[in-house]
């Protein structure tokens, strides 16, 4: 029953590593995709290390996991005292992790009102971030003045204002062509 418990709970932490990585790890993906690869990754792609990936990279990504823990495991000593029982839990651990990762776009979907919501407020406020760009204001500085539009029925009449400026590049002066000089300067003796 332990055993049963430990892959539930891998499973329940392989959910939750889809999950952030539906959120967090696509932008990292995208960078690195874009710093990797010739082509950069379409704008309208969204992929993770997990999301969207073939059963190899999320096996591999299972197995990593778990040889970081094994790692852990024999940098700490224990794992001679119990090697039967160690074995197993990170059996548990390969499974639970491997079955979150596949199992994870089901178990979300069943939580659709909740899910979406949580989902549309990350999508928001990645947007913002990206968008906003915080400029600190200077010590001492006076907030500038406000903004007064005047309403449209206030405005001058377009007769009365100037015409547009030209949008014509200006005139560039004939440049004689440098060929002829350089074959000038080779015809002296």
């Known amino acids: ?19 952030l990585d539906s959120y967090l790890g696509t ?9 990797t690869h010739k082509d950069p990754l379409a704008a309208g792609e969204r992929r993770g290390f997990l999301q969207q990936q073939p059963l190899r990279i999320r096996l591999f990504w299972a197995l990593a996991l778990t040889g970081i823990a094994a790692t852990a495991v024999l940098v ?4 001679f005292q119990d090697t039967t029982r160690i074995l197993l839990n990170l059996l ?7 079955a979150g990762f596949l199992l994870a776009p089901s178990i979300l979907a069943a939580f659709p009102d909740k899910w979406k919501r949580a989902s549309r407020y990350l999508e928001e406020t990645e947007k913002t971030n990206a968008t906003t760009k915080p400029v600190p204001p200077a010590a ?3 907030p500038p003045e406000p903004v007064i539009v005047t309403p449209p ?11 547009p400026p030209s949008t014509d590049p200006p005139p560039t002066p004939k440049t004689p ?3 002829k000089g350089v074959d000038e300067f080779l015809k002296k003796p």
């Open 92 to 98: 548990a651990m390969l499974v639970g992790l491997f």
């Open 153 to 163: 029925e206030a405005a001058p009449p377009a007769a009365s204002l100037p015409p």
């Open 140 to 142: 001492g500085s006076v």
């Open 76 to 79: 700490s000593g224990t794992f």
């Open 177 to 179: 062509d440098w060929r």
């Open 27 to 35: 932008a990292l993906y995208r960078g690195w995709y874009n710093m």
């Open 1 to 19: 029953m332990d055993l049963l418990l430990q892959i539930a709970l891998f499973l329940l932490l392989g959910v939750v590593l889809h999950s």
